[in-house]
């Protein structure tokens, strides 16, 4: 069973679009974090956020945290084709292991 | 380079071969981590230790898979009696315990294993 659903699993847009993924659960998460994966390699964190109604910015990208904890959002602004890649949320359980959902693949293309 | 290093980053074996590979975490983490991911999947938490103790195992890691992290530091993970479903990436992390919520885990690039 997913505990983490992300949507949409695979997105195309244009370079300089917009574009938000979602990662929704039923559970609740002590924090949440948020990898971007590229093929071969392993997740690189983002960012982390712990608590309810978190923003947090980098750069172009920003993640928000829901005020429940049980889901967060992840906005690109201006998207370029460096962004593309596999972005996957995880939700910390039990403050040690970390449950993923089955990520968004994300093409910008120029 | 400091970050989570992992041997081999590729390995090809026949089915019914043994397997191990190897994880050296960030120098100064006290946990690591060992997860598996399949295709088109998000990675799935196999077990973590905690200095050498092993704390916790996934019900995915079955009778054949077996972990070690003998002084703490780096970890072996083998694989008894390959199969083809063994076939997949698999990802050590490591973080440094804290008290409260963050357990920031930081990923190693992965051994892809085939099984043929």
């Known amino acids: 069973t997913q505990l983490l659903e992300q949507s949409p699993q695979f997105l195309s847009i244009q370079e300089g679009e917009n574009l938000t993924v979602y990662c929704n659960s039923s559970s609740v998460f002590s924090s949440l974090q948020w990898y971007r994966q590229e093929p071969g390699e392993g997740p690189v964190l983002l960012v982390t956020v712990v608590t309810g109604g978190e923003v947090k910015k980098l750069k172009r990208l920003t993640f928000q945290f829901g005020d429940a904890r049980k889901d967060s959002s992840l906005h690109i602004t201006a998207a370029q084709p460096g962004d593309t890649g596999l972005y996957l949320c995880?939700?910390?359980?039990?403050?040690?292991?970390?449950?993923f959902g089955q990520g968004t693949r994300l093409t910008i293309n120029p | 380079d400091t970050g989570v290093s992992q041997d081999p980053r590729h390995k090809i074996t026949k089915r019914g071969q043994n397997v191990t590979f190897r994880c050296d975490p960030i120098?100064?983490?006290?946990?690591l981590y060992w997860y598996r991911q399949t295709l088109g999947q998000g990675p799935e938490f196999l077990t973590y230790?905690?200095?050498?103790?092993?704390?916790?195992k996934s019900r995915l890691l079955s009778d054949r898979f077996s972990a070690e992290r003998p002084k703490g530091s780096f970890s072996t993970l083998e694989i008894q009696r390959t199969e083809q479903g063994d076939s997949a990436m698999y990802l050590c992390?490591?973080?440094?315990?804290?008290?409260?919520?963050?357990?920031?885990?930081?990923f190693g690039p992965g051994t892809r294993l085939t099984v043929l």
């Open positions: 995880a939700g910390v359980q039990g403050a040690q292991k970390l449950v």
């Open positions: 230790f905690q200095n050498e103790a092993q704390l916790e």
């Open positions: 120098s100064e983490h006290n946990r």
């Open positions: 992390a490591s973080s440094l315990a804290v008290t409260g919520a963050y357990n920031e885990q930081f």
